[in-house]
């Protein structure tokens, strides 16, 4: 979805790494919950911080870390959420930034959707710890 990336690099600028919609409503045909996931990955976690009053405007919840050490978490929508997001650091050492293995999961897994759920939730988990 290029206007997601776009869209985020307009409020975030040179600190957007790269921007992915996430979750079962990014794959076609998989019956899924209409709530939007997006992994955003930026150059530093802490900065993203000083982007709240942006991300307030536009609707978002700011969560902080939520549970996740290294994390940021945003929502929208209250309790009919519409959308996540999931911002992560870019950590050139890796060989993917983290919390990026729930993408790749989301993509060797779509032939079976009983599966799919199961497993990319135990692979986001350890895809960040």
Do not use: C
């Amino acid at each position: 979805m290029v206007y997601i990336h776009k869209f985020f690099a307009q409020i975030l600028q040179d600190d957007l790494v790269n921007s992915f919609h996430i979750g079962s409503t990014s794959v076609p045909g998989l019956k899924a919950k209409p709530i939007t996931d997006i992994l955003l990955v930026v150059k530093d976690i802490g900065g993203l911080d000083t982007f709240s009053a942006q991300f307030e405007n536009l609707g978002y919840e700011v969560m902080g870390e939520f549970g996740i050490k290294g994390r940021r978490y945003f929502r929208k929508g209250g309790d009919d959420r519409t959308h996540q997001i999931h911002a992560f650091q870019y950590e050139p050492s890796r060989s993917t930034p983290i919390g990026f293995g729930f993408f790749t999961a989301r993509i060797n897994l779509i032939t079976n959707s009983g599966t799919y759920t199961l497993l990319s939730i135990k692979w986001l988990i350890s895809s960040v710890l």
